[in-house]
């Protein structure tokens, strides 16, 4: 990721331009509502960033949906084991993880 900050920090101009469109429907019983659809357009610049750095940005697409698809089968097996009564918590390592991620309780507790 920092690498491909890195190089959004050398594209000098990105210009983004929001562009609102409303679009109506009517439902069953002749209700019409509608919605807006945000569009964003990509100066020169940021269409030559994106095409030069394709093969970078899909990899990094591609990883960051295989942590997501990891982390929801995590979340299921940990959502089943739950309500199958399976699930146990160890609570020393949840306290040592706290207060290794937070030193300064340490302190209050002495």
Aim: cysteine-free; aromatic content about 8%; overall charge positive.
């Amino acid at each position: 990721m920092k690498i491909l900050s890195n190089f959004l920090s050398n594209v000098t101009s990105i210009n983004k331009v929001n562009k609102t469109e409303k679009q109506s429907s009517i439902d069953k019983n002749g209700n019409v509502s509608s919605t807006k659809k945000d569009e964003v357009i990509l100066s020169k610049d940021a269409e030559n960033f994106k095409l030069k750095h394709k093969t970078e940005i899909d990899y990094y697409k591609a990883k960051l949906g295989a942590m997501k698809e990891t982390e929801n089968e995590k979340v299921a097996d940990i959502k089943q084991k739950y309500q199958s009564g399976q699930y146990n918590v160890d609570l020393s390592k949840v306290a040592d993880s706290f207060l290794d991620a937070n030193p300064e309780f340490l302190n209050i507790l002495k």
